[in-house]
Each structure stands twice: as structure tokens, then as C-alpha cells.
């Protein structure tokens, strides 16, 4: 645009001659300098009566002259627009108006308007901004010839605004807009576009770290972790059921189980999320992004599906029946020793290990084995002599995971040369077939036997460490000079093996040192009572016997029936018992067995005020005849 300036001088006549002209083009400039030189006071130039005003009463300059601008604009265009000035002489101005005056003549052409319609089709993109408002930009529209573009957006249910000459608008996500362009001066032009401004889309392309999620038995707990997310932190997701109705999962004290947003980790704490035992349930897993980083915060499935599986743990009840005991090395095909633990109850399809390291089960003494073997023998390469050691049981499942101890049990190395015996040589003098053998250092649980040969001549089970003694029968001495060499065996519930006594390597000789036969000529004044079994071979009774009192006898169980393995036979009422050593429970096995094999002893008594329980440890279930004898006291 252009700007002119046209010098005017006002003339004596009151009638507003035209001293001046300018041809002007819609926006150019026209400076009007009007001079007035009255030679008298104060010279004040003023404009009046015209259209459009230019301002105030100005005084002239030392030039003689004052200064009146005006722009044109597109209104005036094709048009003739009159500036009227007048002169005068001193303040006030209006009580000193003179008749110097004059008028401007400007002519304003058509120029260039806008007179042509926009052109193209209204488009719309927007800025993935990550906000819940981004930036709408407007293109595909052209302003028409000596036009001026102006668009607005007006958003869904609200009064629109006014036209600015720019073509980008702030939006906020998810709401509906109404966007309009239009020429500045030619606005029946206007073109108008609606849209609704997207969120930014979710990443729903995870997945999960662990397909079939085992849930604890007893609380139902769980963790899933969810992989492959893309980075920003902006994600949420979210467990659904796989199957109608279609619905969220909620944790325990939160309405629904989430990860978190940021989080990759879904922590289930609530029961009955997880089904019941041999259950199955499939999840799906849902996903979200967050309003303020653009998304809609709408939870959506994710794609392709990441599924998963929850099933309950199978409850776990092992017991360790023998958590403590002392065994010894008759394992000769491994190199250290090997012992045996009982472990009853073990979980269906789950695998046991056992070793020495409370950490882990990395380098097992003994390797996983099916639920099926109760008894584990457990070798073992360095195991101290005479001093308890600790071992770990270890369960797994089928496809060996969910790795858990189950729990720990000591034992204790021993040797066979503990045992000492009272005497290096019994006698049995006369008749005489039984005696007392006292052992030293015998261990409570264990069991001890006392053979001539393959013949069995008396055991026992010690009820505490220390020394114990073996009633002994001898009956193969008839005559005097016979000798017999006895020896000691011992049985360990957890020895490698359970049912097997082995030698110790102990013995000691009896001799018969007088006649098996009545003697010609007894002392006459002898008496007293002598008792010998059918054939005469042996004495039972006679006065040097030492008789216990039996207090009570009988069946267990009463009737009929047995007791089973690992069983007890609750407690037996035997008024007057007391659990010292002089009084004596003995028992003997319906069903027992071989005495090779010792397995038909296997078996301990607990004695307490007037009554008994006696527990089976053997491998079948058993029934006893039982008597109590009060032998002391």
C-alpha cells in the first residue's frame, strides 16, 4: 500500500473552495499538509464537517503549516471522499474563526477486492501430541483473489466463535468439532468440515510371561508379568474373562487387577480369582493408555489375544514321619553312606529330592523321584561320624517348576564297635537256659537281636540310650562242655534299609558247665519247685528263676482287626504302670514276618501312668499279643 502527500493552502473564502485533490487505491495513505500563515497570534488549522474526521485542532508548525492523515480502506473503495479545514486566530479557536478555508478532494478507485470465492475441499490433520489436547491444522482451502483466509473450530454443543486469520486450532481428544474457512470480506464462501478428534491409539501387540500360572492352594495368590510393551509408561492393562459375560477381575482391596499404569506386573491376591484344585480358568489380558498421554482411557482386548492360564496348587500335606534318627553304614555299593527316610503323604505327580544345601536343590544327594517312593535312601559322600547333620526335602511338579522345600530332617552316623558286652563268657550251669545280657551304649528306637547261627535267642528295643538288656534263651546246651557263640544284630529304621538287622561283628560264647540230666544221690534236703518242657531237655521254672508279675495281657486291637503302618493303638489301660524299668511291655507280632528280616518287629512302646500306645513302623499293617510284667520293685 502506498502514501501520498498533498501540500493545500487554506484561501479567503468562507464558501470551502477546493484547494486540493488525490487519487487514492483502497489501503494506501493520504497526508494532508494544510498551511495557513494569518501573520497574526496564534495560527490553528482545524477540520471540520467532514467525513471520516481527522482528529483535532492543530496548531502550525514553524513551516506554517499542520499535518492530517488518513488511510483508506476496502469500504471506500470506487468513492470520493471531502476533507474541510478552516483557520484561526488565537485561543480559544472557536471564538477566533477566521474565513481562510478550503477542502481536499480524494478519490478512491475500486482496487483490488475481494470479490471470488474460496477454492479446494476442507481437510483436517492433528498432531500426535501425547496430551489429552493436540494442535488441529486446516488445509485443502484457498483463498479467493485479494482475499484474506479465516477459519474457526467450534466444538460440539457450544456457541461458535469468531474468524481468525489462522489455520491451526487447540482440541482436546475425543470431543466432536464443527471447522470452518471462509474469505475475509466474501463470507457466504464459507466451507465447513466436522470431526472428532482421535486418541492416540494403545499398544495392545503384548503378550505374558508365563503361560499357565499356578496359583497358591491356600490363598490362591498369582503373579503374571506382561511382556513386550512399548516404552513411555503410558499403559494400563488389565485381566478380563475369556468366556461370557465378559467381565474385569478386581484384586482383593482394589476394584480391578491391573498392572498399573508404568507397571508391568499383575499381582493377584484374591481367592476366588484362582479356581479349585484340578481347575483350569483362561484370562485375557486388555489394555488401556491413559487420557493424559492422548488416549481414551477405554480398555480394549488385546491383539492377537494374550491369554493365559490359572490353575490352583495341589494342597501339600507331607509328613516327615522320622525327622530324627541314627542309622549305620551297611550300604556297601555307594561310597560314604546311605541312610533312609519315611516321607508319607506326598502330593500325586509331584517329584522329591533331598539334599544338604538349605539354598537349593542345584546338586542333589538324592535325585527327583516319583510320589510313589515314600522310603528315600539318601546316599551320602562325607556324612560326619557320631554328629547330627541336617538334610533338605525338595518337591517340584511334573513339568519342574514351583520348585519348594518341604521341610528338614537330622541324622546321626554310627559305628558297631559302640557296643560292649558284660561278659565274654556266659556259663549256664545245670538246666539252666536263660540268661541276662547286659549291652552297653545302645541307641532308644533301635533294635537288637542276639542269634546262635540263624537262631533267634532274644531282642530288645531300648526306650533311652545308654545300657539295655536282652533276655536270653539258650536251649542247644544239653551237655556240660557245649558251647555256643552268639551275635549281635541291630536293626535302624533308617539304615538304608529299613527291615534288614545286620551283624555287628559282636559276640560272645556260652558254655554249659554242669549236666543236663537229674544227678543219682541229691541232696535230700533240696526242695522247691522245678518246671521242664515236654521232652525234659530244658528247665523252665525252678527256684533260682527270676518270675515277673503279669499285670495284664491281651490282643491289639482288641477282637479283631490290626493296626496299620505308621499307625498306633491309642492308649492301653494297664492300672498300677508306671514308666520306669520295672515295669516291661512285651509284645509279640500275629503277622510278623521272617525273623531273617526283623520286619515283624517293627514296632515301639510308649509307656505312661497306668496305660501304654505302641506305634507300627513296619511295612504291614500288624496286630500284637501283648503282655505287661512288673519285673522290679
Same mark, same amino acid.
Given at each position: ?7 493545500s493552502?487554506?484561501v479567503?473564502?468562507?464558501?470551502y ?5 488525490q487519487?487514492? *487505491?483502497? =489501503?494506501?495513505?493520504i497526508? !494532508?499538509? #494544510?498551511?495557513y500563515?494569518? /501573520?497574526?497570534?496564534?495560527?490553528? %488549522? &482545524?477540520?471540520?464537517?467532514?467525513s ?19 488511510t ?15 483557520? *484561526?486566530? =488565537?485561543?480559544?479557536?472557536? !471564538?477566533n #474563526?477566521?474565513?481562510?478555508? /478550503?477542502?481536499?478532494?480524494?478519490? %478512491? &478507485? ?13 481437510a483436517?490433520a ?5 496430551a489429552?489436547?493436540t ?9 479467493g ?5 479465516q ?11 469468531s ?7 487447540? %482440541? ?6 464443527y ?20 486418541y ?10 508365563t503361560?499357565?500360572?499356578v ?12 511382556t ?8 494400563n492393562?488389565?485381566v ?27 499381582v493377584?491376591?484374591?481367592?476366588s480369582?484362582?479356581?479349585?484344585v ?6 485375557n489380558l ?21 491369554s ?7 494342597g ?11 542309622y549305620?553304614d ?28 538349605s ?16 522310603v528315600k ?14 538334610y533338605y526335602?525338595?518337591r517340584?511338579?511334573?513339568s ?9 530332617y537330622?541324622?546321626?552316623l554310627?559305628?558297631?564297635?559302640r ?5 565274654d563268657?556266659?556259663?549256664?550251669s545245670?538246666?539252666?537256659t ?5 549291652i ?18 532274644g ?5 533311652s540310650d545308654?545300657?539295655?538288656t536282652?533276655n536270653?534263651?539258650e ?30 561283628a ?17 541232696d535230700?534236703?533240696a526242695?522247691?519247685l ?25 490282643r ?7 493296626v496299620?503302618?505308621?499307625?498306633n493303638?491309642?492308649?492301653?489301660s494297664?492300672?498300677g ?15 510278623g ?9 517293627r514296632?515301639?512302646?510308649?509307656k ?26
Amino acid at each position: 500500500m502506498a502514501t501520498y502527500t498533498l501540500s493545500s493552502t487554506l484561501v479567503n473564502n468562507p464558501s470551502y473552495a477546493q484547494i486540493g485533490s488525490q487519487n487514492l *487505491a483502497p =489501503g494506501d495513505t493520504i497526508v !494532508n499538509r #494544510i498551511y495557513y500563515t494569518s /501573520g497574526t497570534g496564534v495560527s490553528i %488549522v &482545524s477540520e471540520t464537517g467532514g467525513s471520516p474526521a481527522l482528529g483535532v485542532n492543530q496548531a502550525t508548525n514553524s513551516s506554517g503549516y499542520a499535518t492530517f492523515s488518513y488511510t483508506t480502506t476496502t469500504a471506500d473503495a470506487n468513492s470520493s471522499l471531502y476533507f474541510y479545514f478552516w483557520g *484561526a486566530n =488565537g485561543n480559544p479557536y472557536w !471564538n477566533n #474563526i477566521t474565513n481562510f478555508r /478550503g477542502k481536499v478532494l480524494v478519490n %478512491v &478507485s475500486a482496487g483490488n477486492v475481494c470479490s471470488v470465492a474460496s477454492s479446494g475441499n476442507l481437510a483436517v490433520a492433528y498432531a500426535t501430541t501425547t496430551a489429552a489436547t493436540t494442535t488441529a491444522t486446516l488445509s485443502g482451502i484457498t483463498a479467493g483473489t485479494n482475499c484474506t483466509l479465516q477459519t474457526r473450530a467450534t466444538a460440539a454443543g457450544t456457541t461458535a466463535g469468531s474468524f481468525s486469520n489462522t489455520t491451526t486450532h487447540t %482440541v482436546t481428544r475425543g470431543v466432536t468439532y464443527y471447522f470452518e474457512a471462509s474469505n475475509t470480506t466474501f463470507p457466504v464462501t464459507k466451507q465447513a468440515l466436522t470431526s472428532t478428534v482421535p486418541y492416540l491409539a494403545t499398544d495392545l501387540a503384548v503378550g505374558v510371561g508365563t503361560a499357565n500360572v499356578v496359583g497358591a492352594n491356600d490363598t490362591g495368590a498369582w503373579t503374571q508379568t506382561v511382556t513386550g510393551i512399548a516404552a513411555g509408561g503410558w499403559y494400563n492393562y488389565r485381566v478380563y474373562t475369556s468366556v461370557s459375560p465378559i467381565r474385569a477381575l478386581s484384586e482383593e482391596n482394589f476394584p480391578f487387577l491391573n498392572t498399573r499404569v508404568g507397571d508391568v506386573t499383575i499381582v493377584n491376591d484374591k481367592d476366588s480369582n484362582t479356581p479349585g484344585v484340578g481347575e483350569t480358568v483362561t484370562y485375557n489380558l486388555w489394555g488401556a493408555r491413559t487420557r493424559t498421554s492422548g488416549g481414551s482411557g477405554i480398555f480394549d482386548i488385546t491383539n492377537p489375544v494374550a491369554s493365559f492360564t490359572v490353575t490352583r496348587a495341589v494342597g501339600h500335606s507331607e509328613v516327615i514321619n522320622d525327622a530324627s534318627g541314627s542309622y549305620y553304614d551297611n550300604d556297601t555299593g555307594t561310597s560314604g553312606a546311605s541312610h533312609s527316610v519315611y516321607i508319607s503323604q506326598l502330593t500325586n505327580s509331584w517329584e522329591y529330592a533331598i539334599g544338604d544345601v538349605s539354598a537349593n536343590i542345584n546338586s542333589p544327594l538324592l535325585d527327583w523321584q516319583a510320589h510313589t517312593v515314600e522310603v528315600k535312601v539318601v546316599p551320602d559322600s562325607s556324612p560326619p561320624a557320631d554328629t547330627a547333620k541336617t538334610y533338605y526335602i525338595w518337591r517340584r511338579d511334573s513339568s519342574g517348576n514351583n520348585v519348594a522345600q518341604v521341610g528338614t530332617y537330622t541324622r546321626i552316623l554310627r559305628n558297631y564297635n559302640r557296643f560292649s558286652f558284660q561278659l565274654d563268657e556266659v556259663p549256664l550251669s545245670g538246666t539252666d537256659t536263660e540268661f541276662t545280657q547286659t549291652i552297653a551304649n545302645g541307641i532308644a528306637g533301635h533294635f537288637y537281636y542276639i542269634y546262635n547261627g540263624n537262631n533267634l535267642r532274644g531282642w530288645a528295643s531300648p526306650q533311652s540310650d545308654g545300657t539295655f538288656t536282652i533276655n536270653v534263651t539258650e536251649s542247644a546246651l544239653p551237655n556240660t562242655g557245649n558251647t555256643a557263640t552268639h551275635t549281635l544284630y541291630s536293626l535302624s529304621a533308617q539304615n538304608s534299609s529299613r527291615t534288614q538287622h545286620y551283624n555287628t561283628a559282636k559276640t560272645y560264647t556260652v558254655i554249659r558247665t554242669g549236666s543236663g540230666e537229674t544227678e543219682e544221690g541229691a541232696d535230700s534236703s533240696a526242695y522247691g519247685l522245678e518246671v521242664f518242657n515236654s521232652d525234659e531237655s530244658a528247665k523252665l521254672y525252678d527256684t533260682t528263676s527270676r518270675v515277673g508279675r503279669i499285670m495284664k495281657s491281651g490282643r491289639i486291637p482288641s477282637g479283631s482287626g490290626t493296626v496299620a503302618v505308621g499307625g498306633n493303638s491309642g492308649p492301653i489301660s494297664v492300672p498300677g504302670l508306671e514308666n520306669t524299668t520295672d515295669y516291661q511291655v512285651i509284645y509279640l507280632p500275629e503277622d510278623g514276618g521272617v525273623a531273617a528280616t526283623g520286619s515283624g518287629y517293627r514296632a515301639t512302646v510308649a509307656k505312661s501312668t497306668n496305660s501304654f500306645t505302641i506305634t507300627n513302623f513296619g511295612t504291614v499293617a500288624t496286630a500284637w499279643k501283648y503282655y505287661v510284667i512288673k519285673s522290679g520293685g
